[in-house]
T-cell receptor, first 114, second 110 residues
Framework: EAGVTQFPSHSVIEKGQTVTLRCDPI?????LYWYRRVMGKEIKFLLHFVKESKQDESGMPNNRFLAERTGGTYSTLKVQPAELEDSGVYFC????????????FGQGTRLTVV | RKEVEQDPGPFNVPEGATVAFNCTYS??????FFWYRQDCRKEPKLLMSVYSSGNEDGRFTAQLNRASQYISLLIRDSKLSDSATYLC???????????FGTGTKLQVIP
């Protein structure tokens, strides 16, 4: 069974540009989470989808970040316009259950804004 | 004070040694606790959930101390393959929101 996949694995963009990250959760997992790790800091929650609905987006840093999960399958996280402080590793995780139980992570997208 | 705190290490231990990590949390209403393992430049992977009564999985033992608000992870008979960063994850309040510690780095030396 395929795990959580994220694309791209790396992205280097210039400040002011737009980047879209994609996450394909494990098939059948209704819960999808986005996290971010900025260098030297802990992994931080961004938002949580249940199917296509945003359950909690309290961790989204500002309105330059937009997450979608159309049809309740894959999700995208768009950063527009990107700033230097957006650099980090963006992880996606999915879980079949509520409560973050049995959450599986993707390998992450390493975003560098220059 | 951070919500979840871990000693970043690194902990350098010889093969076969026993090593223990602690993780403290600030919210006394925290509900669920997990240990994740993260290899360099890889994704976090669930190592074990931490139950109130404590739990063991092979060489790994997790304990929860609610009174002192910490969880622990004990690794016995360390293997080279145990070298990784161990992340403490705490769920408190919020519907699905979890808080990660910064991780403790373990290096097992031959």
């Amino acid at each position: 069974e395929a795990g959580v996949t994220q694309f791209p694995s790396h992205s280097v963009i210039e400040k002011g540009q737009t980047v879209t990250l994609r996450c394909d959760p494990i098939s059948g997992h209704d819960n999808l989470y986005w996290y971010r790790r900025v260098m030297g800091k802990e992994i931080k929650f961004l938002l949580h989808f249940v199917k296509e609905s945003k359950q909690d987006e309290s961790g989204m840093p500002n309105n330059r970040f937009l997450a979608e999960r159309t049809g309740g399958t894959y999700s995208t996280l768009k950063v527009q316009p990107a700033e230097l402080e957006d650099s980090g590793v963006y992880f996606c995780a999915s879980s079949p259950l509520e409560g973050f139980t049995e959450a599986f992570f993707g390998q992450g997208t390493r975003l560098t804004v220059v | 004070r951070k919500e979840v705190e871990q000693d970043p290490g690194p902990f350098n231990v010889p093969e076969g040694a026993t090593v223990a990590f602690n993780c403290t949390y600030s919210n006394s209403a925290s509900q669920s606790f997990f240990w994740y393992r993260q290899d360099c430049r890889k994704e976090p992977k669930l190592l074990m959930s931490v139950y109130s009564s404590g739990n063991e999985d092979g060489r790994f033992t997790a304990q929860l101390n609610r009174a002192s608000q910490y969880i622990s992870l004990l690794i016995r008979d360390s293997k080279l393959s145990d070298s990784a960063t161990y992340l403490c994850v705490v769920k408190s309040g919020g519907y699905q929101k979890v808080t990660f510690g910064t991780g403790t780095k373990l290096q097992v030396i031959p």
